[in-house]
T-cell receptor, first 112, second 114 residues
Framework: SQKIEQNSEALNIQEGKTATLTCNYTNYSPAYLQWYRQDPGRGPVFLLLIRENEKEKRKERLKVTFDTTLKQSLFHITASQPADSATYLCALEYSSASKIIFGSGTRLSIRP | DTAVSQTPKYLVTQMGNDKSIKCEQNLGHDTMYWYKQDSKKFLKIMFSYNNKELIINETVPNRFSPKSPDKAHLNLHINSLELGDSAVYFC?????????????FGPGTRLTVT
């Protein structure tokens, strides 16, 4: 079965630095991979989607890469701010079952 | 306007009771979902509906019964509640069923079974 692993349960970095979060998956490569942000007590919020034929996608200070050879996606936040502190989830489509499966998330803390 | 809303936000009940959680979306989406997020924050799909039709039933005990009266609503009824049902339940919607479509989540319902 398809599995997703976000290899850091928690990540603490200094404000202004670039935060890099990792999402690894096993078995087949999905056509799309998504990243979400979740704040405490709230539902996840969609951030970015990247297709398998796209190496990189950017949105303001966010950048996502997708390496189908390594079966990995990296999520970068440049010039990080304390307001970026949250849990970040990666998600991918599971085969033709038309459902999304989520990783367990990485809790990011940006210290001033 | 709230895109995806759920009621109640908090639900505390005793084992053996039956309870319902309601979900409504005003985005005009065709697909709705129920997810369970446990204490370890792992978000797992339970059900998905497309145009009121059940598409995914993800090995959920049959004590859980979703109902979609129309495309904008997907309610979750739980019979004979157990301690292990304690979690946060999220409703979500998307324009399409496939992974190309981003999902919009509700604020969640924190269910505590005592």
């Amino acid at each position: 079965s398809q599995k997703i692993e976000q290899n850091s349960e928690a990540l603490n970095i200094q404000e202004g630095k670039t935060a890099t979060l990792t999402c690894n998956y096993t078995n087949y490569s999905p056509a799309y991979l998504q990243w979400y942000r979740q704040d405490p007590g709230r539902g996840p919020v969609f951030l970015l989607l990247i297709r398998e034929n796209e190496k990189e996608k950017r949105k303001e200070r966010l950048k996502v890469t997708f390496d189908t050879t390594l079966k990995q996606s990296l999520f970068h936040i440049t010039a990080s701010q304390p307001a970026d502190s949250a849990t970040y989830l990666c998600a991918l489509e599971y085969s033709s079952a038309s459902k999304i499966i989520f990783g367990s998330g990485t809790r990011l803390s940006i210290r001033p | 306007d709230t895109a995806v809303s759920q009621t109640p936000k908090y639900l505390v009940t005793q084992m053996g009771n039956d309870k319902s959680i309601k979900c409504e979306q005003n985005l005009g989406h065709d697909t709705m979902y129920w997810y369970k997020q446990d204490s370890k924050k792992f978000l797992k799909i339970m059900f998905s509906y497309n145009n009121k039709e059940l598409i995914i039933n993800e090995t959920v005990p049959n004590r859980f019964s979703p109902k979609s009266p129309d495309k904008a609503h997907l309610n979750l009824h739980i019979n004979s509640l157990e301690l292990g049902d304690s979690a946060v339940y999220f409703c979500a919607s998307s324009q399409e069923m496939r992974g190309l479509s981003e999902q919009y989540f509700g604020p969640g319902t924190r269910l505590t079974v005592t």
